[in-house]
């Protein structure tokens, strides 16, 4: 029996569902900081109706309406990506399927080491969407937070041992008052900032009101969550809410394909290919702080 055989795995396959929950919507980040929106083939409208901060009145006979608010509407739209890899046969019989297959990869069960190698992939998926989606670029996060100009922006200075909490500090400062006590406000720090955020709490005489015991962020009461792919010294204050992650979890392009190319090329290798979309986005500008240092 071949080590891999060519499958392909249409939305009829358990393992699709099983790999796209785990590469999509199993990142525990993820699901902290956004709300999901599964589904979406190319874009979706979402509507804020804002009724206004002045709308109790003194009592009198008369009927004043204060109006029907603003309803606003934002679209959001993801983008298509692909994975393709490719991995060594010899590489997974030597280090990673010893104790699960059959010694010779011309005796292998193939059922066995497609799961193996959808569920291999799924955790890389999972870990490359992070950090795609905190990027500094045209598509992620932080990239999309500064340039818009109604985003809250902080000025602050390069962390280091003695001055984090002083920076974070600021940030508080700038959250509006009308997200500040919010249950679903969020804190979002890239690693190096949080590393030296526990240097210095763990300097300070009250540590335990920034870090627990299990080394787990919070500040003033907040939960920090550390953003792979952020540039140094960046911080995200918002409601998760109001940030978004889309993606498509239904369309034909959820279709997987495993090759083995040792009967095309005659290559010990097997190929992995599939494509699929998603984004990450915002709605309501005003209520996001975005601190970094000013250039």
Do not use: H
Not at 61 to 70: A, E, I, L, P, W
Request: aromatic share 10%; charged share 25%; proline share 2%.
């Amino acid at each position: 029996m071949a080590f891999v055989d060519n499958t392909t795995y249409t939305a009829k396959n358990k393992e699709v569902g099983e790999f796209w929950n785990k590469a999509l919507l199993s990142s525990e980040v993820l699901n902290q900081v956004f709300t999901i929106y599964p589904n979406i083939k190319n874009s979706i409208k979402l509507n804020q109706w804002d009724l206004g901060a002045d709308i109790i009145q003194d009592e009198d006979c008369d009927f004043n309406s204060q109006g029907m608010g603003v309803l606003s509407e934002k679209t959001f739209s993801v983008d298509g990506k692909k994975v393709n890899l490719e991995y060594c046969i010899k590489t997974f019989e030597a280090n990673y399927l010893a104790e699960t297959i059959k010694s010779g990869s011309n005796n292998t069960s193939s059922d066995a080491v497609n799961k193996y190698l959808l569920s291999q992939t799924a955790k890389q998926v999972a870990d490359g969407i992070v950090k795609y989606a905190f990027a500094d670029n045209a598509t992620g996060l932080v990239g999309k937070l500064k340039a818009d100009s109604n985003v809250v922006d902080v000025d602050i200075l390069q962390f280091d041992k003695t001055n984090a909490i002083d920076e974070l500090g600021k940030v508080y400062l700038a959250i509006p008052e009308a997200i500040q006590e919010a249950e679903d406000l969020v804190w979002i720090i890239d690693n190096q900032s949080a590393k030296f955020f526990r240097l210095n709490a763990m300097d300070t005489t009250i540590p335990e009101l920034t870090i627990n015991e299990g080394l787990e962020l919070s500040y003033m009461g907040y939960p920090m969550v550390i953003g792979a792919g952020m540039p140094a010294n960046t911080i995200v204050v918002a409601r998760k809410s109001n940030l978004l992650y889309l993606t498509d979890l239904v369309s034909d392009a959820e279709d997987m394909e495993v090759i083995s190319m040792r009967s095309t090329t005659g290559q010990p290798v097997v190929r992995f290919v599939t494509d699929f979309k998603l984004g990450f986005d915002f709605m309501i500008p005003e209520e996001i702080i975005l601190a970094d240092i000013l250039v």
